[in-house]
Structures are given as structure tokens and as C-alpha cells.
């Protein structure tokens, strides 16, 4: 898999099981909903910084934003 759809992937579902929206990483983060959004899709190539300010927001480390998701077949 496509190391950005991964991440997105894990973003996303990291995000809904902490019962968080995106405008809530956003307040969070200081990210935009826009690119929260496109990261999630697969869309932005995020750089190891912004991936470590992400995971923050969210409240977990940030190896669990690059880590296998679990659907790997």
C-alpha cells in the first residue's frame, strides 16, 4: 500500500475512535479541516514533524500514524 493512503487511513480511523471531527484536530492541531481532509484521502505527503503534531492532537504516538492499520491482506 501507498505509504500516504496508509497514513490516511490510520489518521482517519485514529480520529473517529477518539470521537474527534476534523475541525476538532484542526482546533487541535492548527492544521486546516482542507488538509486534514486531503490527508486523509491519501493526498499529502506529511513530513515527519507534521506527523508528530498530528499524532499529538489526537493523543497517541506517532508510529500508530505509519504503523500497519490492521487491513493489510
Do not use: C, W
Not at 22 to 43: A, H, I, N, P, T
Amino acid at each position: 500500500m501507498d505509504m500516504r493512503k496508509l497514513v490516511g487511513r490510520n489518521f482517519a480511523r485514529l480520529r473517529r475512535e477518539k470521537g474527534l471531527t476534523q475541525e476538532q484536530v484542526e482546533e487541535r492541531s492548527g492544521f486546516s479541516q482542507q488538509y486534514l481532509s486531503s490527508l486523509e484521502r491519501g493526498k499529502r505527503n506529511p513530513t515527519v514533524i507534521t506527523l508528530y503534531e498530528l499524532a499529538q492532537a489526537l493523543g497517541v504516538g506517532h508510529v500508530e500514524l505509519v504503523g500497519p492499520d490492521g487491513d493489510e491482506s
